[in-house]
């Protein structure tokens, strides 16, 4: 699967929830994003998924820096 962000304009600093395998988390951060790659900082405490950071590449989510799955998707919020 190819992650695609638009027409979600995303910026640096902007919040996030992350949808990944079923799960979701909130406030998340954008610290990073360069053509379909993101990076966000994550608050751990919500949603039910347990990280403090997400990476997003082509749809592969690696979370605190490991492989997790291989589709994801993100709304602004």
Not at 19 to 44: I, M, P, R
Not at 62 to 75: K, M, N, P, T, Y
Request: aromatic share 6%; glycine share 8%.
């Amino acid at each position: 699967m190819k992650l695609t962000f638009s027409p979600v304009p995303l910026i640096l600093g902007a919040a996030l929830r992350i949808h990944v395998a079923g799960h979701f988390t909130s406030k998340c951060s954008v610290l990073v994003l360069t053509g379909s790659n993101l990076q966000a900082e994550c608050d751990n405490n919500a949603g039910d998924l347990e990280f403090t950071s997400i990476n997003l590449n082509n749809g592969v989510a690696f979370i605190d820096g490991q492989l997790e799955v291989r589709a994801a998707s993100l709304l602004l919020i």
